[in-house]
Structure formats: structure tokens, C-alpha cells
């Protein structure tokens, strides 16, 4: 009898865990270590991938690790190359073949292009869908779970916040190009549960808020606290776009990756969509958050330098003027719980980019 995915992937968690059977019963953290899974992860030089990657393997899980390197960096992949349990191949997941002799038990597809700010909505648009047509084509041939990274800016502009997972996805006129990339993971998400309703593929998809901390891009790519750091370490004008007023809720990126982690092993997360991101209290302005960032770097200054970038400067251009997750679902389903506060990640972050920094100069 052919066992469908769900079931293939409920049975190698229960073998893995009876290997350690001083561990049944326990809370799931336990469960974590006592599984020795081989987890595919696109995108692992990337911010998310490579903290991921890293988490896995202290947690003594094996991974195989891909990229083509058009936003990750070598660098990225430092503290888990020599690894044992760590493969790297550098491919491009929009070529049919990339994964052809790739194997595991579940597969991360982080690898994404994002946000059309200063770059190209047909690439957005079309190598997302290329890159996820082929991630589940191979889960679907060798009955992989999936686990999707998809993003907050999926429900767009819907003004009713905080966001829940059955919320309406809201997008603004298709002449503004900056929807392409919620468009592109709407995409994902609807082609991922048309392969599960069709197909059988056993997925989860994790809608991810704001994720800060170490190796993320010094650009606008990995978001304003990326941008706002690099500016006030060099003691030049933070740039806000729009008035500042908007607001975000920020997740540190071990916060993140632990909300990833529990999508991968926790058999509840099989088939579901969940926010992972931080608790509706943490909600700030873009400008409390250039404050506080200028205010953690430069101490004895009184005001931040800031310069105000009005939309218009990026063409048709609409923001988003509230972001908040509800994470009730994760929290109740998979005993999700950020533990990192904004203030004591940001302190984190700027010492890993004041160390990176010294190191490349
Ligand atoms: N960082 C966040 O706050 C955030 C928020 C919401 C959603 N997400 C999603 O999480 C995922 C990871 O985000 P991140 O911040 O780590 O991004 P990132 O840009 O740091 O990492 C993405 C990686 O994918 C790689 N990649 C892109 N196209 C590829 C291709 N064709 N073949 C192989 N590799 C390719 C890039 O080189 C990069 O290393 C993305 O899917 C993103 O949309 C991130």
C-alpha cells in the first residue's frame, strides 16, 4: 500500500524518536534533538537559510544547503562549511535540474527575490514561479514535506489589523510594481495547496513579519533596521520612506527560525499556514525604530540624523501603513514563543555588524 506523504513523514518523526525513547512525553524541544532528519534548505546563504542551517546542526540534524549566490554571500556560510553534517551545492533553483540528486526528508525553500524597490518585478515575478514549480515538483517525486517561506506582505493593505491567517489578502492596482512580490508568494501559496488538493504534497507555509539579526543584508533587501543600522554606525542621515509613521512589528531571527523549526518537525504543522512573527504589543513606528537604533549606536547624540524619502521617488509606489501579526494559531498549535525583545536584538544585531564590519575592512 502506497503511504501518502503525511503519513511517510509522520512515521520517520515517531522511528527517530523511538531511537531515543528517554525522550517520549517530553515538550517539543526535546523533540528536536532526539530527531536526526536531512533537511534541504534553499537559500542557505542567504539571512534566514544560513541561521537556520546553523540551528539544525547544533540540533544534530544534517543539511544540505543551496544557492546560487545572486543575494547570499560565502561569508554567510562560515560557521557551518566545515560542519560534517553540512552539504553545500551551489545551484540555481529556477534551472529544472537544480535538485535532481538532492535527497532528505523535508525541504526549507527560503530562496526568493524580493520587493521590486530598486530592481525588476519580472524577475520577482518570474523566477519565484519557476523556483517554486520546481521545488514541488521534486517534493511531490520524493515525497518530501515542504516547508514554504512565505511573507506578511501578503495581506497587503487589508486596514484590519492585526492579521490572522484567514485574512483577506489585500493588494493595491497591478501598476504598482512593488505587489509583485506579495503577488509572487501568493502564487506560491496557492500553486503549494493546489499540489497538496491534487497531488498529496504534505506542506507548511509560514508567513514571515520582519525578521532582524546577524547576516542579514546592509541594504534595503533586508529591510529599514538593515539600512538604519549602516547609517547610524556611519554617522550619516537614516533614510525614512514616506513620513515614518508607518508601523512593523520586528522578530529577531532566532525567534524566526525557531517558528521554522516547528513547522518542520511538529506533525500539527503538516498542511497549515502560520504567522510566525512577534506578539501585536511589540508594534512601532518606523521612526521610533530609526530613533531607538541611532539612540543604541550613537548615545550621546540628542536627535537622530534623518532624511525623509518621499514615496514618489520610487515611481507608483504604495506602502503599507500597518503590519501586525496575530500569532494565536502557532502559539496554541506548536508552543511558539518569541523570547527576544527588540532592544536586546538590536544590541545583538549592531555587534555582529560592528564586528563584520572590522573584519572586512
Ligand atoms: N527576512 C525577512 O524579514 C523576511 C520576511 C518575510 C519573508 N521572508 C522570506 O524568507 C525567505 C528568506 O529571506 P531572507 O531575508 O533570508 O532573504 P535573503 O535574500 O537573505 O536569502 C535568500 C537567498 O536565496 C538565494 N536565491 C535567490 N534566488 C535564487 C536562485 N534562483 N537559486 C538559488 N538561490 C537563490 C539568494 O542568493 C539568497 O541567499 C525569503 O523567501 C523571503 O521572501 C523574509
Not at 556611519?234 to 522578530?251: L, Y
Request: aromatic share 8%.
Amino acid at each position: 500500500m502506497e503511504l501518502d506523504m503525511d503519513e511517510r513523514f509522520a512515521i520517520r518523526l515517531r522511528r527517530e524518536v523511538l531511537r531515543a525513547p528517554e525522550r517520549l512525553g517530553d515538550a517539543i524541544e526535546l523533540d528536536w534533538q532526539a530527531m536526526k532528519l536531512r533537511v534541504i534548505v534553499t537559500g542557505a546563504a542567504g539571512f534566514i537559510g544560513s541561521n537556520l542551517s546553523e540551528k539544525l546542526l547544533s540540533l544534530g540534524h544534517e543539511v544540505v544547503g543551496l544557492d546560487n549566490f545572486i543575494r547570499g554571500t560565502r561569508s554567510n556560510l562560515q560557521s557551518v562549511n566545515e560542519h560534517e553534517n553540512f552539504q553545500f551545492l551551489e545551484r540555481d533553483l529556477c534551472e529544472i535540474t537544480a535538485l535532481d540528486d538532492v535527497e532528505g526528508d523535508a525541504l526549507v525553500h527560503l530562496a526568493s527575490y524580493k520587493i521590486p524597490r530598486y530592481t525588476d518585478a519580472l524577475d520577482t515575478l518570474g523566477f519565484n514561479a519557476l523556483m517554486v514549480k520546481n521545488v514541488v515538483d521534486h517534493c511531490l517525486k520524493h515525497k518530501l514535506k515542504l516547508i514554504f517561506a512565505s511573507t506578511s506582505d501578503v495581506y497587503g493593505k487589508n486596514p484590519s489589523v492585526p492579521f490572522h491567517e484567514g485574512s483577506d489578502l489585500v493588494m493595491g492596482p497591478v501598476t504598482v510594481k512593488r505587489w509583485a512580490y506579495a503577488v509572487s508568494k501568493i502564487f506560491a501559496e496557492q500553486y503549494i495547496l493546489a499540489a497538496h488538493a491534487k497531488h498529496g504534497l504534505s506542506f507548511t507555509v509560514a508567513r514571515l513579519f520582519g525578521s532582524y539579526g546577524p547576516r542579514q543584508n546592509p541594504t534595503w533587501w533586508g529591510g529599514p533596521q538593515s539600512v538604519f543600522i549602516e547609517g547610524a554606525l556611519n554617522r550619516s542621515p537614516i533614510e525614512i520612506h514616506g513620513t515614518g509613521n508607518q508601523t512593523r512589528t520586528f522578530t529577531y531571527v532566532d525567534d524566526t527560525v525557531d517558528g521554522i523549526l516547528r513547522c518542520i518537525v511538529d506533525q500539527k504543522a503538516c498542511n497549515e499556514i502560520f504567522n510566525v512573527g512577534s506578539e501585536i504589543c511589540s508594534e512601532i513606528t518606523i521612526l521610533q525604530l530609526a530613533t531607538e537604533i541611532w539612540r543604541l549606536i550613537n548615545p550621546a547624540d540628542g536627535e537622530p540624523l534623518l532624511k525623509f524619502i518621499p514615496y514618489s521617488s520610487f515611481g507608483n509606489y504604495e506602502d503599507v501603513m500597518r503590519r501586525v501579526p496575530d500569532i494565536t494559531k502557532i502559539k496554541s498549535m506548536l508552543g511558539y514563543k518569541p523570547k527576544i525583545g527588540l532592544r536586546e536584538g538590536l544590541i545583538k544585531t549592531i555587534d555582529w555588524r560592528k564586528t563584520a564590519t572590522a573584519q572586512n575592512s
